[in-house]
């Protein structure tokens, strides 16, 4: 049963989640807005999308094609697993392909005919089909027709006051093809959104979508990352931990290791960061992966996004030393992600991360490596406010994450490819350092916000038992430049057969 005016809603939802989020709920109805962005953009897919939702709810719907066949747009809705059976399409196409005398001469071409004679076409699909939502694509067909700034500002216009006095919410599809500097339709439209597909160097492109206009509306401005995959857009909107809080318990978490806990002063601050930061090879994953242990061991549960190591190998390091990984993800308990960062933005990776905490409630995340992470972003500056929206949004929800940065270099001086010491709460150093002809580990906790911890540098080691955590190294000077100083008499080390 098809909807009355008075039946319909006071907005009209494009078919994206993500979107309406931005936009503040959706489309205002009865007004006209551009859906503008180059070819290959989704502009298509998007229409679909609005109409299609439209369809759903009972509403009438249609879609005037001035570029893109009937076949072309079914194929397209196929290709997604849909059906348009509920949306109208009138297509505009050229005489000459209508090869059936007997066949009905309501389709016309928009080159072949006057501007004035082409506007008449799609009014007259409108008064046909009635419809309470329309997509008209696309406006450089008309821009064309129209030929001069003046008179295309005019049929926009003209176009406007007809598709609202006929109560139709309408969305104007434009591909950018002409004139890019024209921004005749900006000015006339309710609203503007618009598409961007970047192309990075090595990778899968990435797409972005902006509000730029929304007349009377409050909406999340700047770029939203979104993909389009079977199904239709998937938008993500960019994470403001402002918006979110709660109130928790913020009680130490322990990491399952008392010698640990005990360097860290009792354990993490629930609803902090921590930062596990050292060279390649110390052990900055078992580290952190070592809290997710200890969640699940408290019958919590606990999520870990791999960006660096393949998982076949992860399960099996750790399974040498009697963490079994693969039996806790079958249990239930961990969730463990492989991330491949040059196929991701980190907009669709933040949403990853929300649906753990929002939907599953899991508490204890942990992030390796930053290092991977960093590879989706283009600019330093941006990875370091991403994170910063996504550490302030977890510590809010009460979520403790981890996170792990693989430095430059062995021993000696040591560089980070990015420095986010200063976002983390807590910041536990790893080093190498060399002592009688032997490479040693050290662990050392340099910075810890909430709570005091302890001052020392402890060597460690990695056994078959797991980690194992040693004494402080008090009879040593220099121990995080590498090449340390005995100065004491004697100092017991992992490993010592005596001690």
Request: include cysteine; aromatic fraction near 8%.
């Given at each position: ?153 005019r049929q926009v216009l003209a176009l406007k006051h007809y598709f609202a006095k006929h109560g139709a919410t309408v969305l104007l599809l434009d591909d950018m093809t002409t004139d890019s500097q024209d921004k005749t339709v900006h000015s006339v ?209 009460g979520a403790t994450t981890f996170l792990t940065v693989a430095q430059h270099g062995l021993v000696g001086e040591m560089k980070a490819p990015v420095d986010v010491t200063y976002i983390a709460d807590t910041v536990i150093l790893l080093r190498y ?67």
């Open positions: 049963m098809q909807k009355k005016t008075s039946d319909l809603s006071a907005q009209a939802g494009s078919g994206i989640s993500g979107l309406d989020d931005i936009m503040s709920g959706g489309f205002e109805r009865d007004r006209v807005y551009l859906l503008e962005g180059t070819p290959g953009t989704g502009k298509t897919t998007a229409a679909l999308n609005f109409l299609l939702d439209g369809a759903r709810q009972g509403e009438r719907t249609l879609y005037i094609s001035l570029a893109e066949t009937e076949d072309e747009l079914r194929a397209t809705a196929r290709s997604h697993g849909w059906s348009l059976d509920g949306v109208a399409i009138f297509e505009l196409v050229p005489p000459e392909s209508l090869l059936d005398e007997n066949q009905q001469q309501s389709l016309l071409y928009s080159s072949d005919l006057e501007l004035g004679e082409t506007t008449r076409a799609i009014f007259q699909a409108v008064e046909k089909f009635k419809a309470h939502r329309v997509v008209l694509d696309s406006l450089s067909e008309i821009r064309l027709l129209a030929q001069s700034s003046l008179r295309y500002r439209a309710h609203g503007v959104v618009r598409l961007e597909e970047l192309a990075p160097e090595y990778g899968a492109e990435r797409r972005r979508v902006r509000v730029i206009k929304y007349r009377g509306r409050q909406f999340r401005g700047g770029f939203h990352d979104f993909t389009i995959k079977t199904g239709g857009i998937q938008v993500y909107p960019r994470l403001i931990a402002a918006e979110h809080r709660t109130s928790f318990d913020r009680s130490p978490v322990s990491s399952g290791n008392a010698e640990f806990d005990a360097l860290l002063g009792g354990g993490v601050t629930r609803g902090s960061s921590a930062l596990v930061l050292g060279p390649a090879g110390t052990g900055k994953s078992l580290f952190a992966i070592s809290f997710a242990l200890a969640a699940v061991a408290r019958g919590e549960k606990a999520a870990l996004f791999i960006f660096d190591e393949e998982l076949g190998l992860l399960y099996h390091r750790l399974k040498m030393i009697g963490i079994d990984l693969e039996a806790m993800v079958e249990a239930g308990n961990l969730t463990v992600t492989q991330i491949d960062a040059a196929e991701l933005s980190p907009g669709e990776f933040s949403s990853m991360v929300r649906a753990c905490v929002d939907e599953e409630k899991i508490k204890t995340i942990v992030l390796d490596s930053l290092n991977g992470y960093q590879a989706a972003m283009p600019q330093e500056n941006f990875l370091i406010l991403h994170i910063h929206e996504l550490l302030q949004y977890l510590n809010r929800q350092f060399e002592t009688a002809g032997r490479v040693r580990r050290a662990v050392s906790v340099i910075k810890k916000r909430a709570g005091t911890h302890e001052k020392t540098i402890r060597d460690f080691d990695i056994t078959s038992r797991g980690l194992e955590i040693g004494h402080p190294l008090e009879g040593f000077h220099g121990v995080l430049r590498g090449v340390p100083n005995f100065v004491g008499q004697h100092t017991r080390l992992m490993g010592d057969d005596t001690e």
